[in-house]
């Protein structure tokens, strides 16, 4: 009898988190990207612009964060601000903070804000870099250069907002540079910032 009650109650556990785990895996964010196109741009030289076309209709952009734009899931939302990506900290007197032989840093800023109902964890460490699809380090600098410097992460309260900053050193000659952000720890889902 006890065995019979312990089954049922691990097969309803089970359950419960299958549901809990496929509603988080279906409910995805939303991105927002800023239209960056300019009256330059719609008076371009026909065939550059069927090239762009076909460009954009290959590529996923509507997957991708841009600088300005966007992202938005469970009441959370991420804004990517700004990039520097050839970043020199202005205060570094006495030279602590030098990228290795062929690389740079760059410094990419992002702003939080909780439109939920609960406190949301937002963190430094949920970032990921990648510059030509290899795996770049997180580097700590200790700068007066931006305001936010001190925050690496933080338990956000419903309505409250936080701003930081995350610097990365890349291959100087690198072409593409990429973030990913990890919006939960419960799925699989990574959301993509194109940096560079």
């Known amino acids: 009898m006890k065995k019979t009650k312990l089954l049922i109650v691990i097969m309803v556990l089970l359950l419960f988190s299958s549901f ?18 300019t009256k330059e741009d719609k008076n371009s030289n026909s065939k550059k612009k069927s090239k762009k076309k076909k460009k954009k209709e290959n590529d996923n952009t509507d997957d991708v964060l841009k600088k300005g ?92 907002t936080i701003t930081f900053t995350t610097f990365y050193a890349v291959p100087k000659k690198a072409k593409d540079i990429q973030l990913e952000y990890e919006p939960s720890f419960w799925s699989d889902e990574k959301l993509i910032i194109q940096v560079k």
């Not at 809990?20 to 196109?37: L, P, Q, R, W």
């Not at 007197?93 to 949301?120: M, R, V």
């Open 20 to 37: 809990a785990i496929g509603s988080a895996e279906s409910d995805e964010g939303k991105i927002t990207n800023k239209s960056s196109s």
């Open 69 to 160: 734009g966007s992202y938005e899931k469970d009441g959370l939302k991420l804004t990517f601000v700004d990039c520097i990506t050839n970043y020199t900290p202005s205060d570094d007197e006495y030279g602590l903070y030098k990228p290795s032989k062929g690389k740079k840093f760059i410094a990419c800023t992002f702003e939080f804000e909780n439109n939920g109902d609960s406190d949301e964890y937002v963190s430094i460490y949920d970032f990921n870099c990648y510059a030509d699809n290899k795996a770049c380090n997180q580097e700590f600098i200790s700068t007066e250069d931006f305001e936010d410097n001190d925050n690496i992460n933080d338990s956000l309260s419903p309505g409250r």
